[in-house]
Protein backbone atom coordinates (compact mmCIF):
# COMPACT_ATOMS: atom_id res chain seq x y z
CA UNK A 1 0.00 0.00 0.00
CA UNK A 2 1.36 3.47 -1.06
CA UNK A 3 1.77 5.99 1.19
CA UNK A 4 -0.37 8.57 0.76
CA UNK A 5 0.50 12.06 -0.59
CA UNK A 6 1.13 14.99 1.15
CA UNK A 7 -2.08 17.29 0.86
CA UNK A 8 -1.57 20.36 -1.52
CA UNK A 9 -1.79 24.00 -0.31
CA UNK A 10 -5.21 25.08 -1.12
CA UNK A 11 -5.48 27.54 -3.67
CA UNK A 12 -4.04 31.00 -3.29
CA UNK A 13 -2.24 29.49 0.24
CA UNK A 14 1.51 29.59 -0.59
CA UNK A 15 3.56 26.82 0.93
CA UNK A 16 5.94 27.98 3.95
CA UNK A 17 9.44 26.65 1.97
CA UNK A 18 8.31 29.02 -0.68
CA UNK A 19 7.39 31.92 1.41
CA UNK A 20 11.12 31.48 3.18
CA UNK A 21 12.56 31.24 -0.48
CA UNK A 22 10.99 34.70 -1.26
CA UNK A 23 12.54 35.97 1.38
CA UNK A 24 15.77 35.14 1.19
CA UNK A 25 15.37 36.05 -2.17
CA UNK A 26 14.62 39.53 -1.16
CA UNK A 27 17.14 39.82 1.07
CA UNK A 28 19.72 39.13 -1.51
CA UNK A 29 18.12 41.15 -4.12
CA UNK A 30 18.17 44.23 -1.62
CA UNK A 31 21.88 43.12 -0.80
CA UNK A 32 22.58 43.51 -3.98
CA UNK A 33 21.27 46.41 -4.66
CA UNK A 34 22.89 48.64 -1.79
CA UNK A 35 26.19 47.30 -2.79
CA UNK A 36 25.91 48.31 -6.56
CA UNK A 37 24.24 52.08 -5.23
CA UNK A 38 27.14 52.04 -3.04
CA UNK A 39 29.79 50.69 -5.63
CA UNK A 40 28.71 53.41 -7.88
CA UNK A 41 29.31 56.22 -5.47
CA UNK A 42 32.77 55.03 -4.97
CA UNK A 43 33.50 55.16 -8.26
CA UNK A 44 31.86 58.31 -8.76
CA UNK A 45 33.77 59.44 -6.15
CA UNK A 46 36.73 58.09 -7.83
CA UNK A 47 36.37 59.53 -11.10
CA UNK A 48 35.48 63.25 -9.58
CA UNK A 49 38.62 63.17 -7.84
CA UNK A 50 40.68 62.09 -10.78
CA UNK A 51 39.14 65.41 -12.86
CA UNK A 52 38.56 67.84 -10.13
CA UNK A 53 40.95 69.42 -8.20
CA UNK A 54 44.57 70.54 -8.67
CA UNK A 55 46.03 69.24 -11.65
CA UNK A 56 42.96 69.11 -13.22
CA UNK A 57 41.89 67.25 -16.20
CA UNK A 58 38.40 67.16 -17.69
CA UNK A 59 36.51 63.59 -17.44
CA UNK A 60 36.65 62.59 -21.06
CA UNK A 61 40.64 63.14 -20.83
CA UNK A 62 40.52 61.10 -17.90
CA UNK A 63 39.04 57.94 -19.40
CA UNK A 64 41.38 58.35 -22.44
CA UNK A 65 44.33 58.17 -20.28
CA UNK A 66 42.90 55.40 -18.61
CA UNK A 67 43.00 53.78 -21.85
CA UNK A 68 46.22 54.22 -22.49
CA UNK A 69 45.52 57.24 -25.21
CA UNK A 70 46.70 60.22 -22.81
CA UNK A 71 49.28 63.25 -23.40
CA UNK A 72 52.49 63.03 -21.68
CA UNK A 73 50.91 65.92 -19.08
CA UNK A 74 47.40 63.90 -18.69
CA UNK A 75 49.40 60.59 -17.70
CA UNK A 76 51.80 62.15 -15.09
CA UNK A 77 48.81 63.67 -13.64
CA UNK A 78 46.65 60.55 -13.71
CA UNK A 79 49.02 57.75 -12.97
CA UNK A 80 51.65 59.32 -10.99
CA UNK A 81 49.93 61.74 -8.84
CA UNK A 82 45.46 61.13 -8.57
CA UNK A 83 45.09 57.54 -9.60
CA UNK A 84 47.42 56.07 -6.73
CA UNK A 85 45.73 58.07 -4.35
CA UNK A 86 42.26 57.05 -5.20
CA UNK A 87 43.01 53.60 -5.00
CA UNK A 88 44.72 54.20 -1.75
CA UNK A 89 41.70 55.65 -0.30
CA UNK A 90 38.97 52.98 -2.03
CA UNK A 91 41.30 50.13 -0.23
CA UNK A 92 41.88 51.69 2.90
CA UNK A 93 38.07 53.04 3.56
CA UNK A 94 37.34 48.81 2.30
CA UNK A 95 39.86 47.47 5.30
CA UNK A 96 38.61 49.56 7.80
CA UNK A 97 34.83 49.02 7.23
CA UNK A 98 35.09 44.91 6.96
CA UNK A 99 37.45 45.04 9.86
CA UNK A 100 35.20 47.16 12.05
CA UNK A 101 32.06 45.12 10.73
CA UNK A 102 34.05 41.65 11.48
CA UNK A 103 34.99 43.19 15.22
CA UNK A 104 31.57 44.62 15.80
CA UNK A 105 29.60 41.52 14.75
CA UNK A 106 32.20 39.13 16.65
CA UNK A 107 32.19 40.92 19.86
CA UNK A 108 28.66 42.07 19.53
CA UNK A 109 29.64 45.28 20.70
CA UNK A 110 29.38 48.46 18.83
CA UNK A 111 32.49 50.17 20.60
CA UNK A 112 34.61 46.92 19.74
CA UNK A 113 36.39 48.91 16.36
CA UNK A 114 40.24 48.53 15.68
CA UNK A 115 40.16 52.08 16.58
CA UNK A 116 39.03 52.25 19.73
CA UNK A 117 40.30 48.64 21.20
CA UNK A 118 44.33 49.62 20.59
CA UNK A 119 44.75 47.84 17.20
CA UNK A 120 45.51 51.30 15.31
CA UNK A 121 46.48 52.76 18.18
CA UNK A 122 49.79 49.59 18.15
CA UNK A 123 50.46 50.46 15.00
CA UNK A 124 50.62 54.17 15.37
CA UNK A 125 53.06 53.12 18.42
CA UNK A 126 55.20 51.13 16.44
CA UNK A 127 55.03 53.65 13.20
CA UNK A 128 55.96 56.97 15.22
CA UNK A 129 59.21 54.91 17.26
CA UNK A 130 60.29 53.64 13.52
CA UNK A 131 60.12 57.19 12.43
CA UNK A 132 61.57 58.67 15.35
CA UNK A 133 64.11 56.92 17.14
CA UNK A 134 64.89 54.41 13.98
CA UNK A 135 64.62 56.69 11.60
CA UNK A 136 62.58 54.96 9.22
CA UNK A 137 60.75 55.92 5.98
CA UNK A 138 58.32 54.87 3.55
CA UNK A 139 58.18 50.85 3.04
CA UNK A 140 60.13 50.33 6.34
CA UNK A 141 57.26 52.40 8.10
CA UNK A 142 54.44 50.83 6.76
CA UNK A 143 55.73 47.39 8.16
CA UNK A 144 56.64 48.42 11.62
CA UNK A 145 53.15 49.54 12.00
CA UNK A 146 51.57 46.55 10.92
CA UNK A 147 53.93 44.84 13.08
CA UNK A 148 52.82 46.57 15.97
CA UNK A 149 48.77 46.11 15.16
CA UNK A 150 49.89 42.05 14.74
CA UNK A 151 51.70 42.29 17.86
CA UNK A 152 49.31 44.59 19.99
CA UNK A 153 46.08 41.83 18.63
CA UNK A 154 48.57 39.06 20.41
CA UNK A 155 49.06 40.54 23.54
CA UNK A 156 45.22 41.66 24.33
CA UNK A 157 44.37 37.98 23.06
CA UNK A 158 47.11 36.70 25.89
CA UNK A 159 45.14 39.36 28.31
CA UNK A 160 41.83 38.80 27.62
CA UNK A 161 41.93 35.10 27.60
CA UNK A 162 40.13 33.04 30.01
CA UNK A 163 39.13 29.73 28.64
CA UNK A 164 37.64 31.50 25.79
CA UNK A 165 37.12 35.43 24.45
CA UNK A 166 34.44 37.89 26.38
CA UNK A 167 33.27 41.00 24.29
CA UNK A 168 33.42 43.27 26.91
CA UNK A 169 36.28 41.98 28.30
CA UNK A 170 38.68 42.34 25.17
CA UNK A 171 36.98 45.55 25.01
CA UNK A 172 38.12 47.20 27.93
CA UNK A 173 41.85 45.33 27.79
CA UNK A 174 41.87 47.36 24.42
CA UNK A 175 40.87 50.10 25.85
CA UNK A 176 43.33 49.99 28.53
CA UNK A 177 46.76 49.32 26.07
CA UNK A 178 45.01 52.03 23.99
CA UNK A 179 45.71 54.43 26.74
CA UNK A 180 49.15 53.18 27.44
CA UNK A 181 50.27 53.20 24.24
CA UNK A 182 48.62 56.88 23.87
CA UNK A 183 51.35 57.61 26.26
CA UNK A 184 53.89 56.24 25.07
CA UNK A 185 53.50 58.60 21.57
CA UNK A 186 53.11 61.48 23.24
CA UNK A 187 56.33 60.69 25.60
CA UNK A 188 58.11 59.98 21.91
CA UNK A 189 56.77 63.09 20.32
CA UNK A 190 57.78 65.09 23.06
CA UNK A 191 61.35 63.45 23.30
CA UNK A 192 61.72 63.88 19.35
CA UNK A 193 63.36 66.94 17.14
CA UNK A 194 60.60 68.89 16.09
CA UNK A 195 61.18 68.11 12.18
CA UNK A 196 61.19 64.62 13.53
CA UNK A 197 57.77 64.58 15.40
CA UNK A 198 56.18 66.97 12.94
CA UNK A 199 56.54 64.11 10.07
CA UNK A 200 55.21 61.64 12.62
CA UNK A 201 52.23 63.73 13.45
CA UNK A 202 51.32 64.28 9.63
CA UNK A 203 51.01 60.05 9.85
CA UNK A 204 49.15 59.94 13.31
CA UNK A 205 46.60 61.93 11.22
CA UNK A 206 46.04 59.67 9.02
CA UNK A 207 46.52 61.33 5.50
CA UNK A 208 46.66 60.25 2.11
CA UNK A 209 49.03 63.19 1.02
CA UNK A 210 51.95 61.85 -1.22
CA UNK A 211 50.66 57.99 -1.31
CA UNK A 212 51.80 56.77 -4.09
CA UNK A 213 51.97 52.88 -5.47
CA UNK A 214 54.52 51.95 -2.93
CA UNK A 215 51.77 51.81 -0.64
CA UNK A 216 48.98 50.95 -3.22
CA UNK A 217 50.56 47.74 -4.59
CA UNK A 218 51.49 45.95 -1.33
CA UNK A 219 47.73 47.22 0.35
CA UNK A 220 46.13 45.19 -2.40
CA UNK A 221 47.92 42.29 -2.37
CA UNK A 222 47.19 41.69 1.41
CA UNK A 223 43.35 42.66 0.68
CA UNK A 224 43.42 39.86 -1.51
CA UNK A 225 44.81 37.28 0.38
CA UNK A 226 42.37 38.85 3.58
CA UNK A 227 39.17 39.38 1.98
CA UNK A 228 38.41 36.30 0.46
CA UNK A 229 39.64 34.62 4.23
CA UNK A 230 37.00 36.78 5.62
CA UNK A 231 34.50 35.40 3.32
CA UNK A 232 35.06 32.15 3.93
CA UNK A 233 34.40 32.48 7.44
CA UNK A 234 31.53 34.24 7.09
CA UNK A 235 28.99 31.87 8.01
CA UNK A 236 30.71 30.82 10.88
CA UNK A 237 30.83 34.33 11.69
CA UNK A 238 26.92 34.52 11.57
CA UNK A 239 26.86 31.40 13.61
CA UNK A 240 29.16 32.78 16.60
CA UNK A 241 26.84 35.99 16.96
CA UNK A 242 24.01 33.07 18.24
CA UNK A 243 26.77 32.49 20.88
CA UNK A 244 29.26 29.65 22.06
CA UNK A 245 27.17 26.83 23.24
CA UNK A 246 24.62 26.94 20.05
CA UNK A 247 27.74 27.44 17.71
CA UNK A 248 28.81 24.20 18.98
CA UNK A 249 25.65 22.75 18.89
CA UNK A 250 25.20 23.40 15.38
CA UNK A 251 29.42 22.08 14.76
CA UNK A 252 30.71 25.40 13.91
CA UNK A 253 34.86 24.92 15.46
CA UNK A 254 33.73 27.99 18.10
CA UNK A 255 37.55 28.95 18.85
CA UNK A 256 39.33 28.58 15.81
CA UNK A 257 37.03 30.58 13.66
CA UNK A 258 37.27 33.15 16.18
CA UNK A 259 40.76 33.15 16.22
CA UNK A 260 41.09 33.32 12.31
CA UNK A 261 38.16 35.92 12.23
CA UNK A 262 40.49 38.21 14.97
CA UNK A 263 43.28 37.40 12.91
CA UNK A 264 41.93 38.59 9.87
CA UNK A 265 40.33 41.74 11.42
CA UNK A 266 43.43 42.84 12.89
CA UNK A 267 45.46 42.43 9.81
CA UNK A 268 43.19 44.70 7.50
CA UNK A 269 43.28 47.36 10.41
CA UNK A 270 46.81 46.86 10.50
CA UNK A 271 47.51 46.70 6.65
CA UNK A 272 44.98 49.98 6.15
CA UNK A 273 46.70 51.64 9.04
CA UNK A 274 49.87 51.12 7.29
CA UNK A 275 49.34 52.69 4.21
CA UNK A 276 47.43 55.88 5.42
CA UNK A 277 48.07 55.88 9.12
CA UNK A 278 45.49 55.50 11.72
CA UNK A 279 42.50 56.93 9.84
CA UNK A 280 39.71 57.92 12.50
CA UNK A 281 36.43 56.61 13.32
CA UNK A 282 35.86 54.83 9.55
CA UNK A 283 35.68 51.37 11.21
CA UNK A 284 33.53 52.41 13.67
CA UNK A 285 30.97 54.70 11.67
CA UNK A 286 31.28 51.79 8.11
CA UNK A 287 29.88 49.11 10.08
CA UNK A 288 26.66 50.11 11.87
CA UNK A 289 25.80 52.08 8.44
CA UNK A 290 26.47 49.16 6.10
CA UNK A 291 23.97 46.96 8.89
CA UNK A 292 21.13 49.53 8.67
CA UNK A 293 21.47 49.84 5.16
CA UNK A 294 21.34 46.01 4.25
CA UNK A 295 18.77 45.25 6.83
CA UNK A 296 19.29 41.54 6.47
CA UNK A 297 20.17 40.78 10.39
CA UNK A 298 23.61 39.61 8.82
CA UNK A 299 27.20 41.17 10.05
CA UNK A 300 26.83 43.09 6.14
CA UNK A 301 30.78 42.80 5.52
CA UNK A 302 30.60 43.46 1.60
CA UNK A 303 28.27 46.39 2.58
CA UNK A 304 30.09 48.07 4.88
CA UNK A 305 33.58 47.48 2.94
CA UNK A 306 31.96 49.67 0.73
CA UNK A 307 30.74 52.38 3.53
CA UNK A 308 34.39 52.85 4.52
CA UNK A 309 35.65 53.11 0.61
CA UNK A 310 32.70 55.82 0.41
CA UNK A 311 33.38 57.84 3.25
CA UNK A 312 37.51 57.47 2.49
CA UNK A 313 37.32 58.65 -0.87
CA UNK A 314 34.75 61.33 -0.17
CA UNK A 315 36.70 62.73 3.11
CA UNK A 316 39.70 63.07 1.51
CA UNK A 317 38.25 64.38 -2.04
CA UNK A 318 36.72 67.10 0.74
CA UNK A 319 40.17 67.61 2.70
CA UNK A 320 41.69 68.30 -0.67
CA UNK A 321 39.47 70.82 -2.12
CA UNK A 322 37.44 72.62 0.64
CA UNK A 323 37.36 76.32 -0.45
CA UNK A 324 39.46 78.79 1.70
CA UNK A 325 41.60 75.63 3.09
CA UNK A 326 45.28 74.38 3.33
CA UNK A 327 44.87 70.49 1.96
CA UNK A 328 44.28 68.54 5.24
CA UNK A 329 44.32 64.91 6.36
CA UNK A 330 41.74 62.88 5.62
CA UNK A 331 41.97 62.06 9.31
CA UNK A 332 40.70 65.76 10.30
CA UNK A 333 37.26 65.20 8.58
CA UNK A 334 36.55 61.65 9.20
CA UNK A 335 37.26 62.75 12.67
CA UNK A 336 35.08 65.63 13.02
CA UNK A 337 32.12 63.30 11.60
CA UNK A 338 33.06 60.24 13.65
CA UNK A 339 33.47 61.78 16.77
CA UNK A 340 29.72 62.70 17.37
CA UNK A 341 28.55 59.83 16.91
CA UNK A 342 30.95 58.26 19.15
CA UNK A 343 29.31 60.43 21.67
CA UNK A 344 26.15 59.38 20.19
CA UNK A 345 26.63 55.63 20.87
CA UNK A 346 27.97 55.90 24.21
CA UNK A 347 24.42 58.61 25.31
CA UNK A 348 22.47 55.68 24.07
CA UNK A 349 24.36 52.73 25.91
CA UNK A 350 24.01 54.67 28.94
CA UNK A 351 20.23 55.10 28.40
CA UNK A 352 19.69 51.55 27.96
CA UNK A 353 21.86 50.67 31.08
CA UNK A 354 24.92 49.25 28.85
CA UNK A 355 27.19 51.82 29.21
CA UNK A 356 28.09 51.55 33.35
Not at 255 to 269: D, I, N, Q
Amino acid sequence: MTAPHEAAPAPGVVAPHEVIARSRWAVRRRTALVAAALLAVVVAAAAVSLSLGRGYVSLPDVLSTLAGQGSRTTDYIIFDLKLPRALAAVLVGLAFGVSGAVFQSLLGNPLASPDIIGINTGASAAAVLGITALGLSGTAVSLVALAGALLTAVVMYGLTWRGGISGSRLVLVGVGIAAILLSVVSYVMTRSQVATAQDALVWLTGSLNGRGWAQVVPLAVLLAVLLPAVAALARTLGLLRLGDDAAKGLGAPVEPARLGLLACAVALAGAATAAAGPVAFVALLAAPIGRRLARDGSPALLVSGLVGAAVVQVADFAAQNLPGLPQYPVGVLTGAVGAPYLLLLLARANRTGKGG
